[in-house]
């Protein structure tokens, strides 16, 4: 049993390999959502383990560790408590860094998060380990860098090219149309601040608007 790859998936990780054999420690795999990532990874944990090399899958959600689980059994990908392969949340897995050897190989699931204390501990504990990133949004909203947890950023097609292509959906985009602007400032990442968006009541104004669009736009459909 194993996922046949798309031949941007082969692409993306024909690239991350040639990244890791040139050097690089820590590339991170940049994939739209709907793009398969989870299944890239599952292609990587199997060659990785082929070649007799541990790794942890890191995950920050129970849907996506279910999701995680499900796409590496569909691959082939035998995760369980006895065998190299191993699939955590990052919650658990910093509480417990002394129960597992340090792997070969760190998959990040949602990468954008590596920042976050949580995923610092994890990365200092096992630093010795190849850290493979994964994320569609490779920026933060706080500003905060990447590059001093990735060495390569890897990416091979955009969401209007898988959309071209017939791998995602096109969608029409709908924005509330009831937000006062002139309460709202930017702040330096380029996006309005929290603290004028909780002024100008925003997520209560937003969330009435999305009851009465929904009703003038999809109701029934």
Same mark, same amino acid.
């Given at each position: ?8 998936? *082969? ?16 590339? =991170?795999?940049?994939? &739209? ?8 990874? $599952?292609?990587?944990? #199997?060659?990785? !383990?082929?070649?007799?090399? $541990? ?14 689980? #499900?796409?590496?059994?569909? %691959? ?7 065998? &190299?392969? *191993? ?12 129960? !597992? #050897? ?42 905060? &860098?990447? %590059? ?20 995602? $959906?096109?969608?029409? !985009? ?9 309460? =709202?400032?930017?702040? $330096?990442?380029?996006?309005?601040? #929290?603290?004028? =968006? ?5 997520? %209560?104004?937003?969330?009435?608007? %999305?009851?009465? *669009?929904?009703?003038? =736009?999809?109701?029934?459909?």
């Amino acid at each position: 049993m194993s996922i046949q790859l798309r031949d941007y998936q *082969q692409e993306l990780l024909d690239k991350c390999i040639k990244s890791l054999k040139g050097g690089c420690k820590r590339p =991170l795999l940049v994939l &739209p959502t709907g793009g398969g990532k989870t299944a890239c990874a $599952s292609e990587l944990v #199997k060659r990785s !383990y082929n070649k007799g090399k $541990s790794s942890i899958f890191i995950c920050h959600r129970q849907e996506l560790l279910n999701q995680t689980y #499900k796409t590496y059994m569909k %691959n082939g990908v035998t995760p369980d408590y006895n065998n &190299p392969i *191993q699939i955590a949340s990052v919650n658990t897995l910093v509480r417990r860094l002394d129960a !597992y #050897k340090e792997p070969d190989v760190i998959f990040v699931d949602e990468a954008h998060h590596q920042p976050g204390s949580m995923w610092a501990t994890v990365a200092n504990r096992y630093s010795n380990s190849t850290i493979v990133g994964l994320t569609a949004t490779p920026c933060r909203l706080d500003g905060k &860098p990447l %590059n001093k947890f990735f060495d390569d950023m890897i990416e091979v097609i955009t969401t209007k090219q898988l959309i071209e292509r017939g791998y995602l $959906s096109p969608y029409l !985009y709908y924005a509330p149309s009831t937000i006062n602007t002139n309460e =709202l400032e930017m702040s $330096s990442n380029g996006d309005y601040s #929290k603290e004028s =968006l909780a002024n100008a009541s925003f997520s %209560n104004r937003i969330v009435g608007d %999305n009851i009465e *669009q929904y009703k003038r =736009l999809a109701d029934g459909k």
